[in-house]
């Protein structure tokens, strides 16, 4: 049974939005920290995204602006909001639940930006 299950990912040309949904199964969405990452082809992969339980969010400098991530706790679901996608934006993007030890990835969603 996967844990996560990504979508929303596909081809956007420089300037789109695009929204990734990850669905987290019950018992792994409550009291866990959820958050983005992405991996270009060669290189490796990086957080993009991050938010706490409480709310909190974390970006790095790269998408700061741009991207958003937000949750759904009624729905078990986590979201990244991608505006003024860029070329360099271009990666296999991944969801992941952590809680001390614990540590859960999906199976990542395509992005390609490209025009």
């Known amino acids: 049974q996967r844990q996560l299950v990504e979508s929303g990912g596909g081809l956007v040309q420089p300037g789109g939005s695009l929204r990734l949904s990850c669905a987290a199964s019950?018992?792994?969405?409550?009291?866990?920290?959820m958050a983005w990452h992405r991996q270009a082809p060669g290189q490796q992969r990086e957080l993009i995204a991050a938010i706490n339980v409480g709310g909190t969010t974390t970006y790095p400098e790269s998408v700061k602006g741009r991207f958003t991530i937000s949750r759904d706790t009624a729905k078990n679901t986590v979201y990244l909001q991608m505006n003024n996608l860029k070329a360099e934006d271009t990666a296999g993007y991944y969801c992941r639940a952590y809680y001390g030890t614990l540590n859960y990835w999906g199976q990542g969603t395509q992005v390609t930006v490209s025009s």
């Open positions: 019950s018992s792994i969405f409550s009291g866990y920290t």
